[in-house]
Nanobody
């Protein structure tokens, strides 16, 4: 089992940037496919970005492509989400999630480990 703790959220003006971090503890971090999800008030949880075990493969939601970058440092057991050109519609609670489905890319419902979430608010 892996434990996840997010940090880095906050209030930022539209057009600004934030970097979220997710520190993992427990089992070997590199065994987990990692992702960032977000959930805005009154909306369903959305998969924002995913990254493979070594970091060699990434995927993004269309709504964040070209603005967000997911990365990981397996030596530090940490995954990051760099968010640039933020928009008010990016306002949400952002969650880090992990899936142990090697060697297959996980389905959304296979992310079994979750952090507590960090609030990101983008003002217009």
């Amino acid at each position: 089992q892996v434990q996840l703790v997010e940090s880095g959220g906050g209030l930022v003006q539209a057009g600004g940037s934030l970097r979220l971090s997710c520190a993992a503890s427990g089992r070997t971090f590199s065994n987990y496919y990692m992702a960032w999800f977000r959930q805005a008030l009154g909306k369903e949880r959305e998969n924002v970005a995913e990254i493979s075990w070594s970091g060699g493969s990434t995927n993004y939601a269309d709504s964040v492509k070209g603005r967000f970058t997911i990365s990981r440092d397996n030596a530090k057991n940490t995954v990051y989400l760099q968010m640039n050109s933020l928009k008010p519609e990016d306002t949400a609670v952002y969650y880090c999630a992990a899936a142990m489905t090697f060697p297959s890319r996980p389905r959304k419902d296979e992310y079994r480990y979750w952090g507590q979430g960090t609030q990101v608010t983008v003002s217009s």
